[in-house]
């Protein structure tokens, strides 16, 4: 499960970093969408999380969001 979701009691920090993650997850899909890439981006982010699993979902969308969209 992903560590964003493993917490029942949140505070407002974690609220402020989770809603941070979602906006970087979906400028990039959108860039991405823009250039016609958003599936590589995609294939490319779950890649890197298979090999590190320990990456947030936004970390892994912009590391292959830098891969394909230059």
């Known amino acids: 499960m992903f560590k964003w979701f493993k917490k029942q009691n949140t505070d407002e920090n974690d609220t402020e970093t989770l809603l941070s993650e979602m906006d970087t997850v979906a400028m990039a899909l ?9 599936v590589e981006v995609i294939t490319w982010a779950l890649r890197y999380m298979k090999e590190n699993p320990s ?14 969209v230059k």
Do not use: C, P
Request: glycine share 8%; charged share 35%.
């Open 30 to 38: 959108e860039r991405s969408r823009e250039e016609g890439l958003e």
């Open 55 to 68: 990456l947030t979902i936004s970390e892994a969308i912009t590391m292959g969001y830098y891969e394909w």
